[in-house]
T-cell receptor, first 116, second 114 residues
Framework: AQKVTQAQTEISVVEKEDVTLDCVYE???????LFWYKQPPSGELVFLIR??????QNEISGRYSWNFQKSTSSFNFTITASQVVDSAVYFC?????????????FGGGTRVLVKP | GAVVSQHPSRVICKSGTSVKIECRSL??????MFWYRQFPKKSLMLMAT?????????EQGVEKDKFLINHASLTLSTLTVTSAHPEDSSFYIC??????????FGAGTRLSVL
């Protein structure tokens, strides 16, 4: 069965500090997708990134970067030079693909608090 | 990015009444939508998968007669909480999956049953 673990429940940083969120996953499939979503206090989940299991290239988008390592089953997310607007709960999620109905399994989430 | 609209954002109802929540994909068609429930400071729990033109698939432990799902068109799925009770109070959030298999989420509905 698939499982996603976000060991950090809450991280507090001061503005401009970097923050890295850990995500470790378990799956028996060779084809799967990994996601990160942001949930600000307003409640909606905002899609940040999707990565498939065959693409281990790291990705950078502005102040966000992602490090995917199949060898350690991890898909970590770093926010560089954090800002107060980055305060939110961040969820890592796994989808095992069409055979599993493309359902998402979410980690427990990491609450990030960026203080001015 | 794709936009999913969920309505209402908040509803307060009396115990025993039914509440309908709508989920619309505004700029894309979604043959599949999902309904989740989220408890305070917890992760999202998948309740059911809503398939256009067919019956929804419910997760284990979710009462299908309690949580009625209808997906009558490629842009609309509805969740009806029937005979709501205080224990049904929660944050319900829907998502719609696009052709790239990415789920885009609505803003959620906070249900309070008195």
């Amino acid at each position: 069965a698939q499982k996603v673990t976000q060991a950090q429940t809450e991280i507090s940083v001061v503005e401009k500090e970097d923050v890295t969120l850990d995500c470790v996953y378990e799956t028996r499939d060779t084809t799967y997708y990994l996601f990160w979503y942001k949930q600000p206090p307003s409640g909606e989940l905002v899609f940040l990134i999707r990565r498939n299991s065959f693409d281990e290239q790291n990705e950078i988008s502005g102040r966000y970067s992602w490090n995917f390592q199949k060898s350690t089953s991890s898909f970590n997310f770093t926010i560089t030079a954090s800002q107060v607007v980055d305060s939110a709960v961040y969820f890592c999620a796994l989808s095992e693909g069409r055979a599993a109905g493309n359902k998402l399994t979410f980690g427990g989430g990491t609450r990030v608090l960026v203080k001015p | 990015g794709a936009v999913v609209s969920q309505h209402p954002s908040r509803v307060i109802c009396k115990s025993g009444t039914s509440v309908k929540i709508e989920c619309r994909s505004l700029d894309f068609q979604a043959t599949t939508m999902f309904w989740y429930r989220q408890f305070p400071k917890k992760s999202l729990m998948l309740m059911a998968t809503s398939n256009e033109g067919s019956k929804a698939t419910y997760e284990q432990g979710v009462e299908k007669d309690k949580f009625l799902i209808n997906h009558a068109s490629l842009t609309l799925s509805t969740l009806t909480v029937t005979s709501a009770h205080p224990e049904d109070s929660s944050f319900y959030i829907c998502s719609a999956r696009d052709v790239k298999n990415i789920q885009y989420f609505g803003a959620g509905t906070r249900l309070s049953v008195l």
